[in-house]
């Protein structure tokens, strides 16, 4: 640091990232030990001897001073910290003497105390204690000291897990094992998820291969992330472990009129239902837009679709645990927002999401989710969702605790309420004759067309549909193999709007 730097404090005066002093003595221990912790908590700063807070005015230290201050905070930093951090003290030569700057990294073992117990983090210019477990626990976790994705759900048993979800995972996870033990196709699906440990390991059932693989702490308690990926009814156990989903009229949040709303039942589920739900409301909520030439051309969603998916598994994955509120998701006439609990961890910036840096907030959660939900884990999920040129916003509010991202609508939005209206009441009156037809369809299926639906249970790309039959990936295979299940109204495209888009998959209609 030098006099350049000195003379921009003192013209910024005090912030989140610098306080300011003219002098500290003995009596003032307590006070500074606060301030380092506060530094510590946060993402550090620099504290600085020799300027007055009010006025800005440089007081220049003497040289016996300067050797006092830093001895005195050298002795703080080990004595008031707890636990004890270590400091970098500089002094800054200017006209009379000097100034003494002690600089505070972010600390690597959250949460740091006052020698009195007591937490404190930066607030802009000042600081504040904390009371709040979550945040505690928020700090915990960039530290590495706590893993909430790995801790238990009480009294929660492995009888409250979803079979089929956790066959679904298996058959991802283990795929090459179980084609060599021939548990594929009609077998896996009939085979009790016991059989299906066994095969994948000898003299396994799902407790003891759950144990294994870390769903199951040592005494015997479910894991959080077992409850997410496979929970029969997750917000039983974890309530805020959900989404709320509202399409607004206008664009106010704070609007009492809204076209299309979530139910709670609805979305109760475990994060693959979550996921499923969420993109629902998103297909019936956004606008199509024409692509083509044509008149009668296929239209696709005026957000792509690919990005609308790489949001929502980022939301669902990447939220923090250990803040009690849910994910939020608003259509306004304008915008699209996404609200996740949590900052960015670890010290990420949106500047480094952009450029593609992966750092998962919850790893445990993050590793074994991708065997359900459609992302690949190599950090491009954003700049994948980017690449159409969307008008895209990111906020990472550390007042608020949570990570905002607003996709901007293009052109008019002002929706007819008529055919808003009249396309819901459409839904509802369809609703029960079309669960009769999918249920009728569903009693003609062949083994062979069950299996295909059942492995679409996750979305599938026609390539992976294929691989499964083993056959080549042609257009006459497509046709009778996909095209037929498509006819029936059992399985579903996951890009309706653009039949050949080559992100398109497959997946199995919910019934």
Not at 141 to 166: H, K, M, Q, R, Y
């Amino acid at each position: 640091m030098n006099i350049k730097d000195i003379q921009k404090y003192q013209q910024l005066g005090e912030e989140t990232r610098a306080q300011l002093k003219e002098r500290i003595f003995k009596e003032d221990k307590y006070d500074t030990g606060c301030e380092l912790v506060a530094f510590s908590n946060s993402k550090g700063g620099d504290l600085i001897i020799g300027i007055n807070d009010k006025t800005g005015n440089i007081n220049p230290l003497s040289y016996v001073e300067v050797q006092e201050t830093m001895s005195l905070l050298s002795n703080i930093a080990s004595e008031n910290v707890v636990p004890s951090t270590l400091i970098d003290v500089e002094s800054v030569e200017v006209k009379g003497g000097a100034v003494v700057v002690a600089h505070i990294k972010e600390g690597l073992n959250k949460p740091y105390r006052d020698n009195k117990g007591i937490v404190w983090v930066k607030n802009g210019g000042d600081k504040r204690k904390v009371f709040d477990n979550a945040e505690l626990a928020e700090m915990m976790t960039e530290c590495g000291n706590f893993a909430p994705d790995e801790s238990a759900v009480a009294d929660a048993t492995i009888d409250d897990l979803d079979e089929s979800t956790i066959k679904e995972f298996l058959r991802n996870k283990f795929s090459s094992v179980l084609e060599r033990k021939a548990m594929i196709g009609d077998k896996l699906r009939e085979s009790s998820v016991n059989d299906v440990c066994n095969a994948i390991a000898e003299g396994h059932d799902l407790t003891r291969l759950f144990r294994n693989l870390r769903f199951i702490r040592p005494n015997g308690q479910l894991t959080m992330a077992a409850m997410l990926l496979f929970g029969k009814y997750t917000q039983r156990w974890l309530p805020t472990m959900t989404a709320k989903c509202i399409c607004y009229v206008g664009n106010d949040a704070g609007g009492s009129q809204f076209r299309d709303k979530v139910n709670d039942n609805d979305m109760e589920g475990n994060l693959l239902h979550q996921f499923n739900t969420i993109m629902a409301f998103f297909s019936r909520n956004l606008k199509s837009v024409q692509t083509g030439d044509e008149f009668n051309s296929q239209g696709q969603l005026e957000i792509p679709y690919v990005s609308l998916v790489e949001f929502t598994v980022n939301a669902l994955v990447h939220r923090s645990l250990n803040w009690n509120s849910p994910i939020r998701i608003f259509i306004f006439d304008n915008r699209v927002e996404i609200h996740s609990p949590g900052i960015l961890p670890n010290g990420l910036s949106v500047e480094d999401i952009l450029a593609g840096t992966s750092m998962p907030r919850n790893t445990f959660l993050f590793n074994n989710a991708i065997y359900l939900l459609p992302y690949t884990g190599a950090g491009s999920g954003i700049q994948r969702a980017m690449a159409g040129g969307l008008d895209v916003q990111f906020v990472n509010n550390e007042s608020a605790h949570e990570f905002l991202i607003v996709i901007h609508r293009k052109g008019n939005h002002q929706i007819d309420e008529s055919d808003v209206q009249s396309n819901h009441q459409m839904r509802e009156s369809n609703h029960e004759g079309n669960y009769e037809q999918k249920r009728s369809n569903h009693q003609k299926l062949t083994r062979k067309q069950e299996d295909i639906c059942n492995f679409c249970s996750v979305p599938r790309t026609s390539q992976e549909i294929m691989d499964r039959l083993g056959i080549s990936n042609q257009s006459k295979n497509r046709q009778k193999h996909i095209g037929k299940l498509l006819e029936m109204g059992v399985i579903e495209m996951t890009i309706p709007n653009n039949p050949k888009d080559k992100n398109q998959k497959y997946r199995k209609v919910k019934h």
